[in-house]
């Protein structure tokens, strides 16, 4: 018996998403915990969305902890609107990073997460958001 999450990285298991299509679709390459979606060169900020990152970084700022009252979850609909969009996610364990967002499902959010240096592949499911701003 294949488990998926053999090939997954431990830091990032628990952004491995059942629910996004791009990494069902496509078998892990390199060791990498999500495949890369095949695309062309990716959008810039204000460019034509497409599936592949943005051409440079995102915005240098670190967005200050938002002031709501804690969510449970938060809604596909709330989120959607950051697809194609710089948007900075706070998960569960006190990760946080910059993000463009392709995909955005029922229960999860695939796209790109700025890890400083470059953009990467990945995916997580809705319940581990905590908080996040669309820029």
């Not at 959008?43 to 970084?57: K, L, N, V």
């Amino acid at each position: 018996m294949h488990d998926e999450k053999e090939n997954v990285i431990p830091e990032f298991e628990e952004e491995f998403c059942e629910d996004c299509p791009l990494l069902r679709q496509l078998p892990p390459i390199f060791g990498q915990p999500f495949p890369m979606p095949p695309m062309g060169p990716g959008p810039g900020f204000g460019q034509e969305p497409g599936s592949g990152p943005p051409s440079g970084p995102p915005p240098s700022l670190t967005p200050q902890t938002s002031t709501a009252p804690g969510t449970f979850a938060i809604d596909s609909g709330a989120i959607r609107r950051c697809r194609f969009r710089f948007v900075y996610m706070r998960l569960r364990g006190r990760r946080e990073f910059w993000a463009w967002l392709v995909y955005v499902g029922r229960r999860s959010v695939a796209g790109w997460r700025w890890t400083g240096s470059r953009w990467v592949y990945f995916g997580v499911d809705l319940r581990q958001i905590v908080d996040f701003q669309c820029f």
